[in-house]
C-alpha cells in the first residue's frame, strides 16, 4: 500500500467512524452494528501504526484516551470566561429584565432563556474545523489544557465540516447524564473506590484525571451554551450561532425559549421548572441571556457577569412519597439512627428510597408515622430528608413509631442493652465492639477528609468485620496483603474477592496514610464531636497525639463554665484558640484517650510505629506573630466565588499557613477570597470594609511566610 492510499484510505475511514459516532451521540440513531464499527475502528488503528505520520491527535482512534501526562498546562483564555448573577425569586428576575428594558431603552428585550445544567465549563476551540484545544474556565483567565479529555467525549466532534470558520470558540457544560452516574458510583461503590456526591462532582473529578484513558471510561456529555472567539463568521444573535454550531454537529441545549416580554420569560421559567425534572441531567436553574449580539455589547459586563444574563435559581424540588418502615441504623459513636424507607421517587433526578428522620425527637415534633404521606426533600449534596408528614393524608393503618420499642431495648447489630445518656436525645449502643459501630468507624478512618485510604469503600468496610478480620481501623495495618486478596465482597453461595490487585493498591496507600498530619490522624479516631475543622485546630495547639492525652489546654478548657469566654481565661488566652475547639471537644478528647478503646488506640499506633505530627503547629500566635510577622497567624478568611482549585484545596492551603477560615462574612473577618462570581458575601465584606483579596494575592501572602513559621 502506497502512502497516497493509505492517506485516503485513513481519511475514508475516519470520516465513516466520526458520522457513525455523531449518529450514536448527538442523534441518537446509529444505523450501524457494534460489530462493524469495532472492524472499523481496528482497521483504522492498524493503518495509523503502519503510518504513524499520517496518524492524526483528532482520528477518531484517540477516542480512547493516550499516555498519562504529568499535569495540565495552563492556557489564556483569548475572551475572559465570565460567570452569571444569580437571583432566587421572580421578583429578581422582574428587576432584572425590566433593567434591561431600561438600559437598551427597549420595551420588547428579545431573550433566551434555556435550562442552567449543573456541570462543568470548558471551551472548545476549532481551528480550521479541527479541534484544537479544551480548556477549563479556571480563574476565567486562564484554564486548565485538558484537550486529551474532552477528546474522549463522545459527542464533541473532533472535526467540523469543510464550511467551519477559522477559528471557532464554543463554550458549554461537560456533565454526566443522572443514569449513567449511578451506575458509575455504583461500580466504584462494588470496587471499594469513593463514591462521588453528585454528578457534577463526579465530572470535575473525571476532567481532573492525567490519564485520558481513564476519563474515556467515564460517562461524560458535553452541550454548547455560549460562544468564545470566532474568526471568520459573524453572528448576529444568540440563536444565529446556535444555528451555526448546531449545523456542525455540535450538541446545544434544548429545551430552549425565546420571548420579548417579561410575562413571557416568567411564564417560561414556570415551565421549565417543571420540564427540567424530566431532563436526564441535572440542571439548577434557567438561564436567561439578551438574543442580539449587538445588544450584549452595549449592556457590557462587570468585572464577575455579563450585564445581558442572568441565572434564575429554582428551590430544591420536593416530591410526596409514602413511608413503608422505618428502620435502625448504628453510626460509628453507636448511635441509633431511625431511618425511612420509602416508595421510591425521582426527587431532583435521582431516585430516593430512603430519608434521615435524625432522632426520635424529631419523630415526635413532626409526628412521622409509618404508612404515612410525606414530602421529602433532597438540598444539594444532603442526605434527603423528610420535610414534612402530610397528616389529611393519614389512613387507619398509620402506626406511631418508637425507637426503643421497635428494637426492644437491644442494638440490632449486637443486641446489646441501649441506653440514651443524660442530656442526649439519642439512644446509643454501649457495645465498644458492637460489628456496626467498627465498621462505621472504619469508614470514617479510610474516609477522603481522614486518612483518604483508597480502596476501602464500606463494602469493603463491612466484610471485614463480617468476616473478623479486623475488629477496629487500626487493625487494618496488620490484614496481610494475602488476606485482603482473599476477601469475600460477595456471599458464601456466590463468592467475589477483593483480588491481588485491590489488595496491594490497599496496603500501599495505607503505608501512604502513616505520615499522614495529625490533624487527618485526630479526625480518622472518630471521636465524638471532634469534627474537621476542631481536629485542625487541636493540631495547630498540639504538635504530636500523644500530646492531646496530658494537655494542658484541653484540661483547663474543660473548666470553662456556660459562659465564660477562653478569651478572659488568663491561660487559655495566648492560645486564641477557635470555636471549634470548646469544653465539649475538651471532654470528649478526655474520654477518648481515658477509655480502653482509645488506650488501644495509642498503643497500637505505638507498635506499628506511628506517631503522627502536626504540619499546622502554632499554638501562640501573638509570639508567632512577634517574632515572624505571618500575615495568617490569627486571621480568619472567608472564601466565596469560584476559584481556580478547589474550595477545599484553597481552604486546606491557607489553615497550612497558619490562618482560619469561616463560612460567613461578619465583624470578624479579615480577608475575603473572592473568585469569579462572588455575590452577596463580596457585597457585606465591602459594606463593612473588609479587605477584599484575589488569588494572586492570596498566593503572595503564602510566598511571604517562611517554611520555617509553618512548622
Ligand atoms: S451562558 C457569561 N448557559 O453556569 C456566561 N451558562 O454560573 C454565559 N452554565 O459559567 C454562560 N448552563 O458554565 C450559560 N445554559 C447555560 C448554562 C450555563 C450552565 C454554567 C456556565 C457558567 C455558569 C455560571
Redesign the pocket.
Known sequence: MTLIEAREDIQRLSIELERHNRLYYVEGNSDISDRDYDVMFRSLELLEERFPELASPNSPTRRVGGEPIEGFEQREHFLR????D?VFSEEELTDVYQRLQRLLNLNNVKVVI????????VALHYQRGELAFAVT?GDGVAGDDITENVRTIGNVPLRLPDEAPEWLEV???VFMRNELFAALNQSREEEGLPTFKNPRNATAGTLKLLNSREVAKRPLDF?A??MGRLDGVSVESVLDFQHLISGFGIPI?SPIWVRDSLSGVLEVVRELGVKRLDLPYE?D?A?I?VASREHQQSLG?TSR??RW?A?FKYPPEQKETVIRDITIQVGRTGVLTPVAELDPVLVSGTTVSRATLHNQDEIDRKDVRIGDAVLVEKAGEIIPAVVKVLPEKRGDGSQKYDIHEAVSGKCPSCASEIFRPKGFVAWKCPNPGCPAKSANRIKQFVSRKALDVEGVGNIVAEKLVERGLIHEALDLFSVGMEELAQLNLGTEESPRVLGAKKAENIVTTLARAKTAPLNRWIYALGIPQVGESAARELSRTHERLSQLKRSEILEELKTLKTGERKEDNPLLAPYQIAGEVGPTVARNVGLFFESPEGERALRRLGEIGINPASDNYAPLPAVIAADNPNPFTGKTFVITG?LSSPRSQIKESIQVHGGKVSGSVSQNTDFLLAG??SGSKLDKAESLGIKVIGEDELEEMQATVGSATLK
Do not use: C, F, Q, Y
Not at 434555556?114 to 465549563?121: L, Q, R, T
Open positions: 470566561m465570565l460567570s452569571i444569580d434555556e435550562p442552567k445544567i449543573d456541570g462543568v465549563a474556565r463554550r458549554g457544560e452541550i451554551h455560549g441545549n440542571t436553574g438561564v441571556k459586563e457577569a455579563p444574563a441565572a469560584t469569579e462570581g
